[in-house]
T-cell receptor, first 110, second 113 residues
């Protein structure tokens, strides 16, 4: 069964304290792995797509990496405005369905 | 370019009442989706429409119906609302081919009493 598990459920950081969020997945043929950011009361906002193991993508203080079993979202020197829920999702080869993890709530304190 | 829009933003229903959630996108995308989001459970797919004229069940379709009115619009109907349908509903769209990301609307917060 296709599945996405994110950890930790919640993460509290001090401003400038770097850390990583984990996304473990099982899927029969990966078409793409997606990271989204969701602010309270809003819809998810796209961050990255990763297609194959070894691929990395960066955007400001965020860097996403992918292996055959998991993906990491590294946050370098976070700021309070990085506080949000980060969602990981996978799409199967040849399919339209995207499976989402439950998310990691990130809190960054000034 | 408004992206994905949803109406209403908030709604309170009584058990047994019906309502339709509206979704529209102006990005000329072929595929559209309805999800529900509950605390601790992530986004779960209710129904999707791979292209205009087609609809398919997702993970949690019971109690819902959908209509792909045209390429732009995809509506979700609750025929007889139940408290278990209290949730936040998101509509999304993306291009049919490739590993493209989905674009989400702002959500509809529904409470069923």
């Amino acid at each position: 069964e296709d599945q996405v598990t994110q950890s930790p459920e919640a993460l509290r950081l001090q401003e400038g304290e770097s850390s990583s969020l984990n996304c473990s997945y099982t899927v029969s043929g990966l078409r793409g792995l997606f990271w989204y950011r969701q602010d309270p009361g809003k819809g998810p906002e796209f961050l990255f797509t990763l297609y194959s193991a070894g691929e990395e993508k960066e955007k400001e203080r965020l860097k996403a990496t992918l292996t055959k079993k998991e993906s990491f979202l590294h946050i370098t020197a976070p700021k309070p405005e990085d506080s949000a829920t980060y969602l990981c999702a996978v799409r199967q080869t040849g399919g339209f369905k995207t499976i989402f993890g439950a998310g990691t709530r990130l809190f960054v304190k000034a | 370019n408004a992206g994905v829009t949803q109406t209403p933003k908030f709604q309170v229903l009584k058990t047994g009442q019906s309502m339709t959630l509206q979704c529209a996108q102006d990005m000329n995308h072929n595929s559209m989706y309805w999800y529900r989001q509950d605390p601790g459970m992530g986004l779960r797919l209710i129904y999707y429409s791979a292209s205009e004229g087609t609809t398919d069940k997702g993970e949690v379709p019971n109690g819902y119906n959908v209509s792909r009115l045209n390429k732009r619009e995809f509506s979700l109907r609750l025929e007889s609302a139940a408290p278990s349908q209290t949730s936040v509903y998101f509509c999304a769209s993306h291009e049919r081919q490739g590993g493209n990301e989905q674009f989400f609307g702002p959500g509809t917060r529904l409470t069923v009493l």
